[in-house]
T-cell receptor, first 113, second 114 residues
Framework: TQLLEQSPQFLSIQEGENLTVYCNSS?????LQWYRQEPGEGPVLLVT?????EVKKLKRLTFQFGDARKDSSLHITAAQPGDTGLYLC?????????????FGRGTQLTVWP | EAGVAQSPRYKIIEKRQSVAFWCNPI?????LYWYQQILGQGPKLLIQ????????DSQLPKDRFSAERLKGVDSTLKIQPAKLEDSAVYLC????????????FGPGTRLTVL
């Protein structure tokens, strides 16, 4: 059973299009992180959101944490081929002092030139 | 600053054989993690060390998997004997602390069990 459900699982779009990836759970998290993973590499942290309702922007990427801290979204504006990769969300349990992360299955994004 | 190093990058073995993976974390990082990432899934934590002590191994299949971090720096993860379902990428990550600390991942070791 996945603690975090990501959708869609696959996304194939043309350069310049916008897209949104979702990360949902029935559990409340103290924080939620988004990673990007490229083939043959480990995940690289993009952002951490901590406060319910928080919105963070990283150039063309906008991250939002749900008010109830159970869900998050990643919006990419004007996607570029360099955005291609596996996008993973990961939640940190409330009350945990160990820093354990629970990862979703990921969304595989392909951006065609 | 050097990142997390892992070796080997690829390993192919037959079922019931043994295999070991090595990880060298970022210098000064006290916390070290081993994750298993099966194709099409996100990473799943196997074991977490704080210095040379285990703080979480609840998801480690202890009948076949073992890990150690004897001097609080490098770590090895061993599988003995391997099963077909162990085919996955094994990722090592390190962080300076525990909760809230950024985890930095190595490139992983891709294991194929035939």
């Amino acid at each position: 059973t996945q603690l975090l459900e990501q959708s869609p699982q696959f996304l194939s779009i043309q350069e310049g299009e916008n897209l949104t990836v979702y990360c949902n759970s029935s559990s409340v998290f103290s924080s939620l992180q988004w990673y990007r993973q490229e083939p043959g590499e480990g995940p690289v942290l993009l952002v951490t959101v901590v406060t319910g309702g928080e919105v963070k922007k990283l150039k063309r990427l906008t991250f939002q944490f749900g008010d109830a801290r159970k869900d998050s979204s990643l919006h990419i504006t004007a996607a570029q081929p360099g955005d291609t990769g596996l996008y993973l969300c990961a939640g940190a349990s409330r009350g945990s002092t160990l820093g354990r992360l629970y990862f979703g299955r990921g969304t595989q994004l392909t951006v065609w030139p | 600053e050097a990142g997390v190093a892992q070796s080997p990058r690829y390993k192919i073995i037959e079922k019931r054989q043994s295999v070991a993976f090595w990880c060298n974390p970022i210098s000064g990082h006290a916390t070290l993690y081993w994750y298993q990432q099966i194709l099409g899934q996100g990473p799943k934590l196997l074991i977490q060390f704080q210095n040379n002590g285990v703080v979480d191994d609840s998801q480690l299949p202890k009948d076949r998997f073992s890990a150690e971090r004897l001097k609080g720096v490098d770590s090895t993860l061993k599988i003995q004997p391997a099963k077909l379902e162990d085919s996955a990428v094994y990722l090592c990550a390190s962080s300076q602390g525990l909760a809230g600390a950024t985890q930095y991942f190595g490139p992983g070791t891709r294991l194929t069990v035939l």
